[in-house]
Structure formats: C-alpha cells, structure tokens
C-alpha cells in the first residue's frame, strides 16, 4: 500500500530555514501530483505547495511563494519543501500527499495518500 513518511520539523526562530522530506513507497508514482498541505490548531489544512513526481511544474500558495521551495527526487522516492525565511504563522503540521491525477491543484479532497505529518514550529 501506499506510504508516504514526513521528516524534518522542528522548532526554529523566525527567519530560519528547514527541509522537510517525505519518503513515498507502496507503488509507482509516475504521474502522481504531490503535494505539501499544512495545518494550524483550531484550521483547516490548507495548501502549500505541489509538483508533479517528475519534477516538473512546481506551483505555490502566495503565502510562501519566494521563500519556499518544492522538489523531488525520483530516484530517492522523496519529496522535499525547502523552506527558509520562517515566519510564525508558518507553524503548523505539514502534511505530504499524493494524488492519482496529475491536474489535482489546491484542494486536499483531491488527494488520496495522506502522510503523519510533521509538526513546525516558529518562534518569534
């Protein structure tokens, strides 16, 4: 089955930097839209960032556009979100996912495969 595995949170002052990783197994993910999603207590998730499993076509939230930076690594089976300039209203869980369907955009119904998560967070 599926799995994808979310690491690389942590605490850090804002204006840091840290990488998060999600390891992808269970099938292969040609074609797959992944995406990073996150999610404040009390929030609804909500989109951060996508890229197709190739690599191609990164596409980002206005909210982290410049300072976030979305990759994968096919031979890895690994999907990263490169984040620096770190505010506090980036905390959050981040969550890693999958779609099927390569046109999925924003919206976390269109995502099937779900990591953990990984809890950043921002002080100020």
């Known amino acids: 089955q599926v799995q994808l595995v979310e690491s690389g949170g942590g605490l850090v002052q804002a204006g840091g930097s840290l990488r998060l990783s999600c390891a992808a197994s269970?099938?292969?993910?040609?074609?797959?839209?992944m995406g990073w999603f996150r999610q404040a207590p009390g929030k609804e998730r909500d989109f951060v960032a996508s890229?197709?499993?190739?690599?191609?076509?990164?596409y980002y939230d206005d909210s982290v556009k410049g300072r976030f930076t979305i990759s994968s690594d096919t031979t890895k089976k690994t999907i990263y979100l490169e984040m620096n300039n770190l505010k506090p209203e980036d905390t959050a869980i981040y969550y890693c996912?999958?779609?099927?369907?390569?046109?999925?955009?924003?919206?976390?119904?269109?995502?099937?495969?779900w990591g953990q998560g990984t809890q950043v967070t921002v002080s100020s």
């Open positions: 269970g099938r292969t993910f040609s074609g797959y839209k």
């Open positions: 996912a999958a779609s099927n369907n390569w046109s999925s955009t924003r919206a976390p119904k269109e995502y099937a495969y």
């Open positions: 890229i197709l499993w190739s690599g191609h076509s990164p």
